[in-house]
Every structure is written in structure tokens, then in C-alpha cells.
């Protein structure tokens, strides 16, 4: 059920994101005059459709004015994609045909330069427009909330993070003299950044660390270098727990199992795993009774329970979590907190994309393809993090297309860009070729892509 409910978020995000991409290149060709032969989501790759209004018999008798225009609207078999077969252009159809004849007035080919280059850039500027749209749905629907990296908020540093000279305990202020602000950031900010310095206050010094840039591509391929270190504070016991009914209750919190002391969370869950299915004995603060000490005074009781740990190695108990920061948005000021959020998640991509191509990163390791996608959406059908998801997408396609690379939106524009600095226009057998070396390319990228994802299963 998980793999499927996944399935069915992938498959609806891409088409979504495929038809408004290629419905943004439809937009521009039509108010230009520009005919279009095809608009497809997937590729009908031989010819072959799953649906075509050209070929069904219900849309002929059903819908007959559709079935005489001018472009078929279909759903091709191949679903790596989609496209819009515009009149008179090269494009990854590879259909020559039409350079055997004169030039017609309703081509691409015939247009202005300016009026071509905002139908190349149309399904770009469409993706980023749903982006936009998405982000204040989600904004004025939920608000944003992050967690604060505030003045006590302290990391649990793994390996890597000991080996580059930060430690438990330490609360990270930034890197390179800027602040982060939202704790969940950390690492992203750093790799992005590549940050030669971090600023940590530890044990009430501040620190600067100096960080070493050789150590970049551990950090990008590590999936969590700052846990979040929290006291272990009692929140709730659920009924299923096997410690349901205990003298537990909300904030106590356990400083020590088995006479082995516990500062954060994590502590206890090493230590748990040497106790599967026995009794633990556990140490725990009780704040005191209000009014049971002086007015200024604060304390608190140490008490002692045993505890049942579970086949898995685990308490049952749920510990208490920081405060999210949370804002909530009207629908007005939710428009520009859109704007931004979307403009911030682009340079954000941005960056990234620029590790990708820096070989001595090794980014290019964690870049995926649908299966990789498809791990990012939850098991469960959820509405907010689909749509949020489904922001991000669109943003990373509209990025990726606008690359340089002939057979993306972004080689074309660069073509016509040329064509508008220099008043020379590329003829149509040297497109041909630069699309047959844009198509290479990106079957190259699809290859690194499914080989990184099937890697990762493996491991």
C-alpha cells in the first residue's frame, strides 16, 4: 500500500508539472499564431499513444470540433516527460520534415526573435508562476513554521561533525559571520555556502571553527551531521507502550539508566539497545511542588523506576519536543511571503546545482531520478507536504531547464539570444545537430541519475 499511495503522488505531481510546463510553451506559440502539431503528457515514442484526440472514436463523435483541431492532445506511453511539437521548430521530436518546404507564416521558425525566445521561456516562467501560486496556497492555508535555532538549542554531532571539530552540546550561532536563524538549515547553509568558519558557543565561550573544504563532499553525502540534542523530558506514554501506567509523568526527566548517566535523548538510545526485552532501572527529576521551596529558589526531586525496554530497544515513551516558531498568514500578506519564499527556493536550487557541476564536490553522487523522487513523498496521502513538494519540483524543473544545454528550454533561449546580440540567426541543420548533442547529454544525466538511485538501494 505504501509503495502505491508513492506511486500515485509521483505520477500525479509530474503530469501536473509536466502540463503546466508544456501548456506555458502552448500559451506563447498560440498568442503568437504559432500552430501546434502535438501537446503530450509522456512521450509516444514510435507513434504509439495511450490516448489520442486525433485517433478516439468518443472524442470524434463526442467532442468533434476537438478532434478537427489542429494539435492532438494526448498521453503518450513513455512516462519520462512530455512535450508540445511546435510548428516549424526543432525539438526533441527530432521531426525534420518541415525544412524540405518553404517557410510558413504560422512557424516558429518564422517568427520575430523576441516572440520565440518568450515561447521557449514560456514553460520556465509557468513553472515558477505555479511555484508562486503554491507557496501562498500553503502560506495563507498553514502559515510556516520552523524550529528556532535559538540561544539554547544544541546539536548531537555525528562522526563527521566530531572529525570537523564541532561537539555534542555545542549551540552552532553561524558560519562565515552569518546568523542561521532556523536549526534545520544548518548543514544545508554550510554545504551551500561552503562555509570556511562556523561560530559555536560552547560551554559558555564563543568558538570560532575552522572548517576544512576538503571535507565538502562528506558533508553533502551525510544525511545528518546536527540532530537536535534534547534532554530526555517525558512528554506522554502512550497505552501501547509497555511502560503505560507508570510513575512517570509529564516533565520528568531521566538522567540516568542503570546508573549511567543521560544528558540528551540520544544518549539513551545506545545505551537501550543493550537491554532489549529486560528491565532497565532509571534514575529521573520531578520538579517539586510549587510552593514546596523558597520564592526564589527552584528544585526539583530525584526518583527512581524500573523500566521495561522493548524487543526493538526502545521505552515506549515520548519525549518532549522544543516549540515550533510559527507565523500565520492572511491571504494579502501571504502574496509577497509567496513572491520571496519562491525567488529564496530558486537561488536555493541554484546553489546546489552549482556543487552539482563542481566536480571536486561530489554532488553530482546524490542527484536522482523518479525513484528518488519518489522516496521524498510520504507513505501516507498528505496534503500539505504534497503541495509543498510539488512547490519545490516545479521550481527545480523550471531551474533545470533553464541550463544551456541544447534540448532544455535553456539552450534554445541561448540560441535566440545569440541570435538577438549578434542579428545572426543559427541555421535549422545546426540545430538539428545541437539537439542530437542536447539529447546525448541528457540520457547521459538519466543514466548518472537511475545509476545513483539503484546504488543507494542497494547500499
Same mark, same amino acid.
Given at each position: ?153 544544541? @546539536? ?10 564541532? /561537539?555534542? &552540546? %555545542?549551540? #552552532? =550561532?553561524?558560519? $562565515? *559571520? ?58 506522554? @506514554? ?10 512517570? /509523568?509529564? &516533565? %520528568?526527566? #531521566? =538522567?540516568?539508566? $542503570? *546508573? ?200
Amino acid at each position: 500500500m505504501i509503495v502505491l499511495i508513492k506511486t500515485l503522488q509521483v505520477i500525479l505531481a509530474l503530469s501536473i508539472l509536466i502540463i503546466i510546463h508544456e501548456f506555458g510553451h502552448f500559451f506563447f506559440a498560440r498568442l503568437f499564431g504559432i500552430r501546434v502539431d502535438k501537446f503530450y503528457l509522456f512521450f509516444d515514442v514510435g507513434g504509439k499513444a495511450l490516448f489520442s484526440t486525433k485517433k478516439s472514436r468518443l472524442v470524434a463523435k463526442f467532442f468533434p470540433r476537438l478532434a478537427a483541431s489542429e494539435t492532438d492532445y494526448g498521453i503518450g506511453w513513455l512516462p519520462l516527460g512530455g512535450y508540445c511539437k511546435i510548428s516549424g521548430m526543432v525539438d526533441e521530436s527530432m521531426d525534420t520534415e518541415y525544412l524540405k518546404s518553404e517557410p510558413q507564416p504560422w512557424e516558429f521558425r518564422t517568427k520575430p526573435a523576441w516572440q520565440r525566445l518568450l515561447v521557449m521561456a514560456g514553460g520556465v516562467l509557468f513553472n515558477f508562476i505555479l511555484a508562486i501560486l503554491l507557496y501562498i496556497v500553503i502560506l495563507a492555508s498553514w502559515g510556516s513554521n520552523y524550529l528556532s535555532n535559538g540561544d539554547d538549542t544544541r @546539536i548531537w554531532a555525528d562522526e563527521l561533525a566530531v572529525d570537523m571539530g564541532f /561537539r555534542t &552540546g %555545542d549551540h #552552532i =550561532i553561524g558560519f $562565515d *559571520g552569518k546568523k542561521v536563524s532556523d536549526f534545520d538549515r544548518l548543514q544545508v547553509d554550510m554545504a551551500r555556502g561552503r562555509a570556511r568558519t562556523a561560530t559555536v558557543l560552547r560551554d559558555g565561550d564563543t568558538l570560532t571553527l575552522y572548517l576544512d573544504q576538503a571535507r565538502l563532499p562528506e558533508v553533502l553525502q551525510d544525511r545528518g551531521m546536527f540532530g537536535l540534542a534534547l534532554p530526555f523530558v517525558v512528554d506522554t @506514554i502512550p497505552p501501547s507502550s509497555p511502560n503505560y501506567g507508570c510513575e512517570l /509523568r509529564r &516533565g %520528568d526527566q #531521566i =538522567i540516568a539508566l $542503570d *546508573g549511567h548517566p543521560i544528558q540528551y535523548i540520544q544518549d539513551s538510545r545506545r545505551l537501550l539497545q543493550n537491554y532489549k526485552g529486560a528491565r532497565v532501572e532509571a534514575r529521573y527529576l520531578r520538579a517539586a511542588d510549587e510552593g514546596s521551596c523558597g520564592a526564589q529558589t527552584a528544585c526539583a526531586d530525584t526518583l527512581g523506576a524500573l523500566l521495561q525496554v522493548d524487543s526493538t530497544g526502545l521505552l515506549g515513551i515520548y519525549s518532549a519536543m522544543p516549540p515550533l516558531e510559527i507565523r500565520e498568514y492572511s491571504f494579502w500578506e501571504a502574496i509577497p511571503a509567496g513572491f520571496k519564499l519562491t525567488f529564496t527556493t530558486i537561488g536555493g536550487y541554484i546553489d546546489d546545482l552549482k556543487l552539482v557541476f563542481n566536480p571536486s564536490t561530489k554532488a553530482y553522487k546524490s542527484v536522482g531520478s523518479f525513484i528518488a523522487i519518489g522516496q521524498v513523498f510520504p507513505s501516507t496521502w498528505d496534503w500539505f507536504r504534497f503541495v509543498n513538494i510539488l512547490a519545490l519540483l516545479s521550481i527545480m524543473l523550471g531551474v533545470m531547464n533553464l541550463l544551456p544545454i541544447p534540448g532544455l528550454d535553456g539552450g534554445h533561449i541561448l540560441f535566440v539570444l545569440f541570435e538577438i546580440i549578434t542579428g545572426r540567426k543559427p541555421g535549422d541543420k545546426f540545430l538539428y545537430v545541437a539537439q542530437i548533442i542536447g539529447m546525448i547529454l541528457l540520457l547521459a544525466l538519466m543514466v548518472l541519475a537511475f545509476g545513483n538511485d539503484i546504488g543507494r538501494l542497494i547500499r
